[in-house]
């Protein structure tokens, strides 16, 4: 099986540890990124922020170690229009008014 049938007993589990099992393969390619695997992920939902531009563009590698092994980020949001008017596969990362966690505001 590859991939995690969500609403099962064990999709919580399985996502979590994929998350950090990854995070630990990357950890040398990606340095700034894979960390925050192990750190900032809530459910589904990526939460960091970044106190540089160049730490916020490391960052944004994370989408490419998630495209690696099949998974993709759907949203992104930014106060830097460098990093917001980005497009990453079918998904347009803009700077949003609102911003949402888990479906609430």
Do not use: C
């Not at 979590?16 to 939902?45: C, G, H, I, W």
């Not at 949001?77 to 505001?105: M, R, W």
């Amino acid at each position: 099986m590859k991939t995690v049938t969500h609403g099962s007993a064990s999709a919580p589990f399985l996502s979590t540890k994929t998350l950090l099992q990854l995070s630990r393969d990357e950890d040398k390619r990606y340095p700034l990124a894979a960390p925050v695997l192990r750190e900032n992920f809530y459910m589904d939902d990526f939460l960091s922020g970044a106190s540089s531009l160049m730490e916020a563009k490391a960052l944004k590698n994370l989408s490419g170690i998630l495209e690696k092994e099949g998974m993709q980020l759907h949203k992104w949001g930014s106060s830097h229009p460098e990093l917001a008017s980005n497009i990453i596969g079918d998904y347009e990362f803009e700077n949003t008014i609102e911003t949402k966690t888990l479906g609430v505001p």
